[in-house]
T-cell receptor, first 114, second 110 residues
C-alpha cells in the first residue's frame, strides 16, 4: 500500500505569496489530519477531517490558513498571504477508526517563507 | 485538554546500551501511540498501546493506564535509533485525536 503522499516536499516562497500544500491519504482511511511542526511549538494539530468533513479547525492559527477535502483521496492546506512565521514542516496524516486509530504520517512539506 | 510530558528531553547513548523513555499523561486515555521521527524528519508509528505491553524486535512498550504513564524500552541501541521519540494521546477525554508530547531526543553514538 502506498503511504500518505504529500507535495511539494520543499517550498521556498516570498512573503505575501499564496502557498498550497497537497495531501493524498491512505486509501480507505476515514480520518485526515494536518499538523505543523516547529522547534518552538512542537507538533500542533491544525485541523482534521472525518469522511471529508472538517470536524475541528480550532488549531488553525489565523484566517490566512484554510483547508479543504473535496473527496476521500485529496486534501489541501492553503496559506494566503504567507508570512515568515509560517515557516515550518507541515505534515498530513491519516487513520482508520476501525483499525485501532493508528495514525500514519506523510513525509512532510518543508515550507520556508522569506 | 490532556497534558503530555515526556522524559528525559534529551538522551545520549553509546551503541549497545539500553534505555527507557517515559510518557506521563494527565487524565485517563483510551489511546496511546509511540512514534519515532528519524533525522530526515519522517514520523513512523512504533506502537499503538492503550494498555499492556507490546514488543517489536529491540523495542517494547508498556502502558499502565491506571497510573497514567507509558514506557518505551530500547535495548541494544543502534545508531539508526537516533531521532526524536514522541508519545501521543487523545487531546481530551472521549476523543482519539492525537496530541503530541514534546518528545525525547535520542542520539546513539557508534
Amino acid at each position: 500500500d502506498a503511504g500518505v503522499i504529500q507535495s511539494p516536499r520543499h517550498e521556498v516562497t516570498e512573503m505575501g505569496q499564496e502557498v498550497t500544500l497537497r495531501c493524498k491519504p491512505i486509501s480507505g482511511h476515514d480520518y485526515l489530519f494536518w499538523y505543523r511542526q516547529t522547534m518552538m511549538r512542537g507538533l500542533e494539530l491544525l485541523i482534521y477531517f472525518n469522511n471529508n468533513v472538517p470536524i475541528d479547525d480550532s488549531g488553525m492559527p489565523e484566517d490566512r490558513f484554510s483547508a479543504k477535502m473535496p473527496n476521500a483521496s485529496f486534501s489541501t492546506l492553503k496559506i494566503q498571504p504567507s508570512e515568515p512565521r509560517d515557516s515550518a514542516v507541515y505534515f498530513c496524516a491519516s487513520s482508520r477508526q476501525d483499525s485501532g486509530n493508528t495514525i500514519y504520517f506523510g513525509e512532510g512539506s518543508w515550507l520556508t517563507v522569506v | 485538554g490532556i497534558q503530555v510530558e515526556q522524559s528525559p528531553p534529551d538522551l545520549i547513548l553509546q551503541e549497545g546500551a539500553n534505555s527507557t523513555l517515559r510518557c506521563n499523561f494527565s487524565d485517563s486515555v483510551n489511546n496511546l501511540q509511540w512514534f519515532h521521527q528519524n533525522p530526515w524528519g519522517q514520523l513512523i508509528n512504533l506502537f499503538y498501546i492503550p494498555s499492556g505491553t507490546k514488543q517489536n524486535g529491540r523495542l517494547s512498550a508498556t502502558t499502565v493506564a491506571t497510573e497514567r504513564y507509558s514506557l518505551l524500552y530500547i535495548s541494544s541501541s543502534q545508531t539508526t535509533d537516533s531521532g526524536v521519540y514522541f508519545c501521543a494521546v487523545p487531546a481530551r477525554g472521549g476523543s482519539y485525536i492525537p496530541t503530541f508530547g514534546r518528545g525525547t531526543s535520542l542520539i546513539v553514538h557508534p
